[in-house]
């Protein structure tokens, strides 16, 4: 059961558009974003890395994507594509 509290977390964006029976027909502060603002965000990553261009499909509408190594070959995306960026405007690691 959730018991998201309204103390810590003020409003929430979603992904998946079910709704949750809540006595008193209360509904926690949000808004539906839809499925493809993950997808889009993933696929940026993965066109900005030099690493993993290439499992994005030519018009970009497939990813392909490994389910044991998916968080650690973003994770790396990520930094590369971080510590080319600070590099690029002239940012320290501070």
Known sequence: MRTWSE???????YTVPLKAK??????F??????QYGTFEAVRHI??????????V????SELH??????STDTEKAIQDI????????????D
């Open 82 to 93: 971080r510590t080319s960026w600070r590099e690029a405007n002239g940012l320290s690691d």
């Open 57 to 60: 499909s030519d018009d970009g």
């Open 46 to 55: 993965y066109q900005s890395s030099s690493q993993l261009k290439a499992l």
């Open 29 to 34: 502060p949000s808004e539906y974003m839809g």
């Open 65 to 70: 994507v490994s389910k044991r190594y998916f």
């Open 7 to 13: 103390k810590y977390v003020d409003f929430m964006h």
């Open 22 to 27: 809540v006595a008193g027909n209360y509904r």
